[in-house]
């Protein structure tokens, strides 16, 4: 018996040293190609090219994380059911890299025609956006399979610091390919089509991930039965209702997210290319981030993650209100400065998020009920992406200030509900004995 059970943790073992390779070779590629087609800063920025619509504009940074975050739900159903999840995750992936080729193609018709161009443009962003959401959860479930849960936070944090070096290196060629403005719009092209070589790169290593089968369903659950079953999920998981309120009151953050940048160019006449060095900081925000997120998972639990995050979420909209002060004082050098640590804070905001969120989800789920709850996570935060949109009428009928005080104000009090969560590991512990 005792052999048994060493062999069998030898293997788990063996199996988490090999996928630990390959995760973090397929984070450091999505890192990368991400940055090149960054829903915060590239995309509105070449959309902006297209229409000067705040509504249009911001509804780019909606789509991406929309997309991204409201299949999930439908789909934790779906592969319950499956022992095998990874064939799933591949399809999927497939079409998320071919629809994001399609955006750089999409970008060279703007030359001649801006509203066809526009509208393929949004097809393929759908596309995207979707299928990586649909990917998204099958990926989780390997991962939470796979990575012990004290080694966890360290592996996200170790993709999250090495995606971000290459994509900081990626945001000076992107500043580079941007400058090129009399070589509109191959310039855009290049890089979209340069995010999508990254994205290709992730996909082939997750072609080498292998993959447990699965604890078999007692019985198949009809999906009529499966969305029967979510406001019992909810109701006896107080602790994930209260970390869902903490979410959505850090969501208040996209009111302005796909107008850092635009507010940059059109109220403090920064130059176009500086959308490149915005992807750079961001990226420094990760890289520095990374680690510091995967220790405190560690050592200290996902709540300090949390804590963390909801200060550097507070620090955006504080600080592009102190660049805005800053410029229309005649201190341009301070509203740079300011604007390059707001991108920063958001790099690592983002990473701490996925890192913190996803992790006392995971710390405090059954696996009977852990799709659910990270299905039910990332959907309910779905709509917070609406909010770029409800941003953009904002914007048009006040301004910069009223917009950047109002997510400021939201953040605040995420910060203190985000100070009072409990240690979900100790929770957890309490919940067993």
């Known amino acids: 018996m005792a052999d048994t059970e060493k062999q069998v943790a030898d293997d788990k073992a063996v199996l988490a040293a090999h996928n630990r390779k390959f995760f973090i070779a397929d984070g450091t590629f999505f890192s990368l190609g991400s940055s090149f087609i960054d829903g915060n800063t590239v995309l509105p920025t070449y959309v902006s090219t297209l229409t000067s619509s705040p509504l249009l504009i911001g509804l780019v940074s909606t789509i991406r994380s929309f997309g991204y975050l409201v299949p999930q739900l439908f789909v934790a159903g779906y592969i319950q059911r499956l022992s095998k999840k990874k064939p799933f995750m591949m399809a999927t992936g ?3 890299r071919a629809a994001a080729a399609g955006m750089a193609l999409s970008s060279l018709l703007a030359g001649t025609s801006k509203g066809l161009s526009l509208g393929i443009f949004y097809v393929c962003l759908i596309l995207t956006a979707f299928f990586d959401g649909f990917g998204g959860l099958p990926w989780m479930d390997l991962v939470a399979r796979t990575i012990p849960a004290e080694t966890r936070a360290g592996l996200f944090g170790t993709m999250q610091a090495l995606g971000g070096i290459s994509a900081f290196a990626a945001g000076f060629l992107t500043r580079y390919l941007l400058a090129m403005e009399a070589r509109y719009p191959v310039n855009y092209a290049m890089v979209m089509a340069l995010g999508a070589l990254g994205l290709y790169g992730s996909l082939g290593s997750m072609h080498f991930l292998k993959e447990p089968p699965s604890r078999e369903p007692e019985k198949v659950v009809p999906m009529a039965e499966y969305l029967r079953r979510l406001p ?24 302005a997210l796909p107008f850092f940048a635009i507010h940059a160019q059109k109220d403090l006449g920064f130059p176009a290319a500086t959308v490149g060095l915005f992807v750079s900081a961001q990226m420094v925000g990760n890289v520095v981030g990374g ?4 220790y405190l998972g560690d050592k200290r639990g996902a709540f300090w993650v949390i804590r963390l995050v909801a200060v550097m979420v507070l620090g955006t909209g504080s600080l592009a209100l102190v660049a805005r002060a800053a410029y229309f004082a005649g201190l341009a050098a301070v509203a740079y400065a300011a604007y390059f640590l707001l991108y920063f804070c958001l790099g690592g905001a983002f990473g701490g998020i996925w890192i913190g969120f996803t992790n006392y989800t995971l710390d405090i789920a059954d696996e ?8 039910l996570l990332n959907t309910i935060a779905a709509p917070l992406t609406l909010f770029t949109m409800a941003g953009g009428w904002l914007l048009a009928r006040t301004g910069y200030a009223a917009l950047f005080t109002l997510e400021a104000s939201i953040a605040f009090l995420g910060c203190i509900m985000a100070w009072k969560m409990p240690d979900s590991r100790e929770y957890r512990r309490a919940e067993s004995m």
């Open 94 to 96: 497939h079409v998320m």
């Open 232 to 255: 019992e999920a909810w109701s006896m998981n107080p602790l994930f209702r209260r970390l869902i309120v903490v979410r959505v009151l850090l969501g208040g953050l996209y009111f």
């Open 291 to 294: 680690p510091l997120w995967g």
């Open 368 to 375: 009977g009920i852990r799709a659910t709850l990270i299905g």
